[in-house]
């Protein structure tokens, strides 16, 4: 068994890459701390969730590469990496994350803008004289 275990989230339009090692539980993003580039609670915890559902808090260190998208988007793509990497060191977790919906990609996405209107659904304002 390997000491290092990799995962890929994406949302939106963020990336984020994610090594897991064993360790103390440090979780560093962008050569950051969580507490420091994640600032709201809310998003701290979504990172967290994985290892809380899994109860394997403290056990592994996190360090993330995240780029693109809002602050939120990152820390939701960042829950699917660490659950995806979580899958590989412990097969036996996928049914744990799979139920709390941590494996599942949020296909939502930015609707284009179509030419002839003023964006994704809005058209411009329509007067008949």
Known sequence: MADLFLGTGRRKTSIATVT????TGKITVND????EYFYTNAMQC?????????STEGKFDVNADVKGGGTYAQAD???L????????IDLNLRPTLSKASCLRRDPREKERK???????R??????KR
Request: proline residues 2%.
């Open 81 to 88: 990496a660490i659950s995806r990497a979580l899958i590989q």
């Open 20 to 23: 897991v090692v064993s360790g």
């Open 122 to 127: 809005a058209k411009f304002q329509f007067s």
């Open 32 to 35: 950051k701390d969580m507490a």
């Open 77 to 79: 793509a960042m829950k």
């Open 46 to 54: 979504e990172v967290q969730l994985p290892f809380q559902l899994t």
């Open 114 to 120: 179509k030419y002839g209107q003023r964006g994704a």
